[in-house]
């Protein structure tokens, strides 16, 4: 069981550029997550999903955009990256949204923005 | 606001002790509280969750207390080992959402 991946595991983009971070998950969870990771910041959300079809945003959703078109996949574009952006992105799932279920966490993905 | 508090500085111990971690949080109620390992490089691993009505949560060498009152959780590694060595992250929920800290690190000493 693979749990959570990512993809790519790292990249680098020049400013300007649409980027697709893909997330998979083979958990059959209903919840899953975008984080984004900066030093001295913790771990930040940025998009979530309930269930395959509905999306809200997280604290940080500006420049970021997410689409659950079915229970495993949860990809996240960015439509015109900023080196703002620069970060490493952690993707999650949870078997629902409340605070009893655990997180999964995938390995993450390092983008950065020239 | 909703705020997090972790200790910044990184706590080094020797092996075999027991290493406490600070969790404060303010501005907000968390029905369940979760605490999470990450090591450099890979996603953050779960460990424990407590909820608002427990008091004391335990698991293996590990050890979390949750005081509503003084809206504080603190976090126990007894009988550290050099493997212990990660950053903890503290990760209240409430509002709908998890919410974590900047995380802790330990560094047991061989």
């Known amino acids: 069981i693979a749990g959570i991946t990512q993809a790519p595991t790292s990249q680098i983009l020049a400013a300007g550029r649409r980027m697709t971070l893909r997330c998979t998950q083979d958990?059959?969870?209903?919840?899953m997550y975008w984080y984004r990771q900066d030093l001295g910041l913790g771990l930040r959300l940025i998009h979530y999903?309930?269930?395959?079809?509905?999306?809200g945003k997280g604290e940080v959703p500006d420049g970021y955009s997410v689409s659950r078109a079915n229970t495993d996949d949860f990809p996240l574009t960015l439509a015109s990256a900023v080196p703002s952006q620069t970060s490493v992105y952690f993707c999650?799932?949870?078997?629902?949204?409340?605070?009893?279920?655990?997180?999964?966490f995938g390995p993450g993905t390092r983008l950065t923005v020239l | 606001s909703q705020k997090i508090e972790q200790n910044s500085e990184a706590l080094n111990i020797q092996e075999g002790k027991t290493a406490t971690l600070t969790c404060n949080y303010t501005?907000?109620?968390?029905?369940?509280l979760q605490w999470y390992r990450q090591d450099p490089g890979r996603g953050p691993v779960f460990l424990l969750l407590i909820r608002e009505n427990e008091k004391e949560k335990r698991k293996e060498r590990l050890k979390v207390t949750f005081d509503t009152t003084l809206k504080q959780s603190l976090f126990h590694i007894t009988a550290s080992q050099p493997a212990d060595s990660a950053t903890y992250l503290c990760a209240p929920y409430g509002n709908n959402r998890l919410a974590f800290g900047k995380g802790n690190q330990v560094v047991v000493i061989p």
């Open positions: 999903s309930n269930t395959a079809g509905t999306t």
């Open positions: 501005n907000y109620s968390p029905a369940y």
């Open positions: 958990m059959r969870h209903n919840a």
């Open positions: 999650a799932s949870s078997e629902g949204l409340a605070g009893g279920h655990e997180q999964f």
